[in-house]
T-cell receptor, first 115, second 112 residues
Framework: DVKVTQSSRYLVKRTGEKVFLECVQD?????MFWYRQDPGLGLRLIYF???????EKGDIPEGYSVSREKKERFSLILESASTNQTSMYLC??????????????FGDGTRLSIL | QQPVQSPQAVILREGEDAVINCSSS?????VHWYRQKHGEAPVFLMI?????EQKGHEKISASFNEKKQQSSLYLTASQLSYSGTYFC?????????????FGKGTHLIIQP
């Protein structure tokens, strides 16, 4: 079974802090993704990566950056956290052969609150 | 641009059927369907690729109308376990050039 593990289930940080969200997958997937989920807005893609050290902006990359130094690990970084970044963050991974035709496997999410 | 899902919410009695639609204004390469229960991760249901195929998964099936840029998810003889929020995710190319764009979701409540 594919396992996508997010380091924290709940996280509380202060405005202006630098925040790291970590995600690890154990299936040797090439593709990894970060989404945020807000009520009434669905899942929105922040960044994705199709290989180590490679990254692509999604639909809402502003205020975020990512790091992928190892194939199994994909980190989301909030450079200077703001209250409008309070949200549920979901990590996902999939095999290559195109993003469009392989299922994505999601982690349980990190509920981040910025005070 | 996010695909448009309809309806936003639906309440059914156990055993009734439901249809959830997902429409895009851009040409589609594939459509993914996921179900998410409250407090849990989204779970993959199926993928439909360009070519208008229909796929099935137990009593849940889906179709892809390439001309209309639309996919529909069919839930027949619904069970209590089908309750949750259903998301469609769309891709506009088969390569790694874009990620999935998800709709806002359809809340499905199945009552006994």
């Amino acid at each position: 079974d594919v396992k996508v593990t997010q380091s924290s289930r709940y996280l509380v940080k202060r405005t202006g802090e630098k925040v790291f969200l970590e995600c690890v997958q154990d299936m040797d997937h090439e593709n990894m993704f970060w989404y945020r989920q807000d009520p009434g807005l669905g899942l929105r893609l922040i960044y994705f990566s199709y290989d180590v050290k490679m990254k692509e902006k999604g639909d809402i990359p502003e205020g975020y950056s990512v790091s992928r130094e190892k194939k199994e690990r994909f980190s989301l970084i909030l450079e200077s956290a703001s209250t409008n970044q309070t949200s549920m963050y979901l990590c996902a991974s999939s095999f290559v052969q195109g993003v469009g035709n392989q299922p994505q496997h999601f982690g349980d999410g990190t509920r981040l609150s910025i005070l | 641009q996010q695909p448009v899902q309809s309806p936003q919410a639906v309440i059914l009695r156990e055993g009734e059927d439901a249809v959830i639609n997902c429409s895009s204004s851009k040409a589609l390469y594939s459509v993914h369907w996921y179900r998410q229960k409250h407090g849990e991760a989204p779970v993959f249901l199926m993928i439909l690729l360009k070519g208008g195929e229909q796929k099935g998964h137990e009593k849940i099936s889906a179709s892809f109308n390439e001309k209309k840029q639309q996919s529909s998810l069919y839930l027949t003889a619904s069970q209590l376990s089908y309750s949750g929020t259903y998301f469609c995710g769309t891709s506009h190319s088969g390569g790694g050039a874009d990620g999935l764009t998800f709709g806002k979701g359809t809340h499905l409540i199945i009552q006994p």
